[in-house]
């Protein structure tokens, strides 16, 4: 089955830098690939995703990035505020295969923000 | 917020003892997902389900039950509840006519003592 590794698993920035969290991800088949932001004692929110048609996304200060032939994928966030930190969640699934769009999850990285 | 909620959002429970989680949907997905989160682990896959009386084992289903009557609710029995299964429980349902896009309730923090 399908098996997601994501690191580092704690970053620290100052305020205004650059933020990246790398996913890889096993099986080829899958297709959708979304990140979750999960706020101290709060539920998962999708805030990106990206599908295995397109190689980048952005959202104004978030992106991300998909390199099917390596299997990884990665979330970039620029101009970072401490309003930013948090843990994050990448995820990947086949919705089209037999599985229902079942995510598997890496197992997450804390970002902290420092003012 | 997708519509979803969750029942109870907090219980402690004895071991051996029965427990039923409540998912309650209010925008006719038909995907739903329950998973658990512990630290070091992320969030996993306990079971899901598609549509009505249709559901099926996720990664991590042993001691865990499931049953979906009506499309809006979608309920997590643990038989004999065991120390182990101390956690944080959430649903997630998918928008509907899609299984991509998951969206996730406010959580149920179940200890088990």
């Known amino acids: 089955g399908e098996n997601v590794e994501q690191h580092p698993s704690t970053l620290s920035v100052q305020e205004g830098d650059s933020a990246v969290i790398k996913c890889t991800y096993s099986?080829?088949?899958?297709?959708?690939f979304p990140w979750y932001k999960q706020e101290l004692g709060k539920r998962p929110q999708l805030i990106i995703d990206?599908?295995?048609?397109?190689g980048e996304k952005k959202d104004q200060r978030i992106a991300v990035t998909l390199n099917k032939t390596a299997k990884h994928f990665s979330l970039h966030i620029t101009e970072t505020q401490p309003e930013d930190s948090a843990v994050y969640f990448c995820?990947?699934?086949?919705?089209?295969?037999?599985?229902?769009?079942?995510?598997?999850f890496g197992k997450g990285t804390k970002l902290s923000v420092k003012p | 917020d997708a519509g979803i909620t969750q029942s109870p959002r907090h219980k402690v429970t004895e071991t051996g003892t029965p427990v039923t989680l409540r998912c309650h949907q209010t925008?006719?997905?038909?995907?739903m997902y329950w998973y658990r989160q512990d630290p070091g682990h992320g969030l996993r896959l306990i079971h899901y389900s598609y549509g009505v009386k249709d559901t099926d084992k996720g990664e991590v289903s042993d001691g865990y039950s499931v049953s979906r009557s009506k499309t809006e609710d979608f309920l997590l029995t643990l038989e004999s509840a065991t120390s182990s299964q101390t956690s944080v429980y959430f649903c997630?349902?998918?928008?509907?006519?899609?299984?991509?896009?998951?969206?996730f309730g406010p959580g149920t923090r179940l200890t088990v003592t």
């Open positions: 099986d080829s088949a899958s297709n959708y």
């Open positions: 997630a349902a998918s928008l509907p006519g899609t299984v991509y896009e998951q969206y």
């Open positions: 990206i599908r295995s048609n397109v």
């Open positions: 925008e006719n997905h038909r995907y």
């Open positions: 995820a990947a699934s086949n919705p089209d295969g037999g599985s229902q769009g079942n995510l598997i």
